[in-house]
């Protein structure tokens, strides 16, 4: 079973940068996405990096302010975040599986694997 640990998440002011971190064990994934979820909505997607293919995808919330990398000698995947808003304010999800692209967004039902979760919160 392929387990995924995130970390970074953490208390920021508005304009500020956070690099989540998500670990990788057993095995090393093809596709790894983000998502965040806020309290009272639902679990959206925020980016997404494939090695099937060499896609990503950003949501047209976060694009142009977060990056999403991957070591893959660590089998870590990043995500830095900057110019951060209050409307980041949310937990994020580490998620993975296999043989997928991000040439288009897909729901979470569409990952295998998940993380527990690192809160972040943007606040002055």
């Known amino acids: 079973q392929v387990q995924l640990v995130e970390s970074g998440g953490g208390l920021v002011q508005p304009g500020g940068s956070l690099r989540l971190s998500c670990v990788g064990s057993?095995?090393?994934?093809?596709?790894y996405g983000w998502f965040r979820q806020a309290p009272g909505k639902e679990r959206e997607g925020v980016s997404c990096?494939?090695?099937?293919?060499?896609?990503?995808y950003y949501s047209d919330s976060v694009k142009g302010r977060f990056t999403i990398t991957r070591d893959v000698a660590k089998n870590t995947v990043y995500l830095q975040m900057n110019s951060l808003k209050p409307e980041d304010t949310a937990v994020y999800y580490c998620?993975?599986?296999?043989?997928?692209?991000?040439?288009?967004?897909?729901?979470?039902?569409?990952?295998?694997?998940w993380g527990q979760g690192t809160q972040v919160t943007v606040s002055s």
């Open positions: 057993r095995f090393t994934l093809d596709r």
């Open positions: 998620s993975g599986d296999l043989g997928a692209s991000c040439s288009a967004y897909e729901p979470p039902w569409a990952y295998k694997y």
């Open positions: 990096i494939s090695s099937v293919d060499g896609s990503t």
